[in-house]
């Protein structure tokens, strides 16, 4: 029973995770129809980023969620100087980005390597939230307890800002029909921009977040690339609500997976995936267009 | 002569290596309606598109208010006060009535105050105000015509411009649209309609310009085409 429990809550907490990574890659894919293969590649580099900035490797050193926003403003600017100087040249040629994003992903993991080097580094659990709960016979790292509210506040923000801001409406005019969203004054091109950044801003604070359950390695990167691309095909591309069901959804079966059935792992991961494809290739919640 | 809203002077536009418009000549003055005809093809939506920045011309240039923009991209056209209403209508169709408004919207050019706000263009379209939460895709023909309209009208634009807002619509619907322009045009707007159909027009219009095949054919006013019995079937087709 206890066993059952804290798996349960490990996975939601794995759930989370996923979708503070792949919110972004959802929206950048919906919106701009970017397959955005460095968004691995922006986890671990916010993941790095955090652990100098918690490490004090930079002289100063940062309490945990200092670090956390520093990082993910960091990659937002990273992300956006991608948009604006590399993807906005291909507008509309699918191939050319994935072979621009996935060669930048590289890049970023050759350059970390080389800055970081090849051991795993430990990122300590932030102060405040060392301890552990205790429900019954269960016993539950509060860190994970305050994962899972952060990502469903930072859910509920971007579903405020999509769907009740004028910003949100301008963003998905900008998908509805660019060129006369553009007509009516709204300035698409800057739009794709901050949805970029933002998409990769979020990713960067996941790797921070995640930082203290997964640790910070060669190859987080492409350990979590292909989960985001999982959550993304099984939601539906361009739904919030799509991201985070299939985060928590893929959240369950990844630990349960791995508990369970460990040398299928994968199979059972990439199993919800496939049939979503072949039955439902729009994803559970694809965007409602008309 | 005051400056003229909108001047299209030589325009030269080409879709690729089709050249579609030839030394495209008009001109819309302060507070008038010039009625821009012409059959399928002619160039007429093409017109719209260079006016408002979606379409580059190769050669030509266009003026608003007597400031050039012949090359600007779409937004700052927009905030130069010039508004479309497109073929097609082209609401954004996940957003709603509201959404559609909202983001739209967009203080005068010239410092005036906002006379287009939702509360006014709600009164004008009293149905869009009854569905304002509602997904624009799910409104009929004509409420999207008016959500159209509406849209433009929130960018509180100096020249407006009309591509067929008649087409597929009732004749009931035809006849308060073309109610609305009036309206509008005595409210001040400067207008150019759109249309294939000349009886609408002649109506409301204080200009006639006629495109044949990317080529101003004719340009004139109602009463004078009226009074000199122009056949008109000859740019226009058979009506
Ligand atoms: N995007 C495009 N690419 C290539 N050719 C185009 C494009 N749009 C229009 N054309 C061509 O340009 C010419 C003028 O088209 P335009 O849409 O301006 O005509 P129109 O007068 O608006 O006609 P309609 O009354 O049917 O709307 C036509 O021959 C049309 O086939
Ligand atoms: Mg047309």
Known sequence: MTFWLVLTVNSITFGGLLFLLSAGFSLIFGLMRIPNLTHGSLFMLGAYFGATFIGGYLTLQFDFWVAAVLAALSVAVFGAVIERLLLRQLPGQQMAQVLVTLGISFMVADFCLLLWGGDPINVATPQGLAGFVRAGPAVFPLYRLGVIAIAAAIAAALWLLLDRTRLGAMIRAGVDDPDMARVVGIRVSQLFTIVFALGAGLAAFAGVVGAPILSVYPGLDQDMLPLALVVVILGGSGSLLGSFVGSIIIGFIYNFGQALFPELAYFVLFLPMLLVLILRPQGLFGRFVP | MATNALELSGIEAFYGDSHVLHAVTFACGPARLLGLLGRNGAGKSTCMNVTVGLLAPRRGDIFVFGHRVTGLPPEQIAARGVALVPQGRRIFKSLTVRENLVVAARAPTDGRPASWTLETVFAMFPRLGERVNHIAAY??????????????????????????????????????????????????????????????????????VILNSGRVAVVSTPAKLKQENVDLRQHLGVF
């Open chain 2, 139 to 208: 409104l009929s023909g004509g409420e999207q015509q008016m959500l159209a309209i509406g849209r433009a009208l929130m960018g509180n634009p100096r020249v407006l411009l009309m591509d067929e807002p008649s087409e597929g619509l009732a004749p009931q619907i035809v006849h308060e649209v073309m109610n609305t322009i009036r309206k509008l045009k005595e409210s001040g707007l400067s207008i150019v309609l759109v249309e294939q159909n000349p009886t609408l027009v002649f109506d409301v219009a204080d200009d006639i």
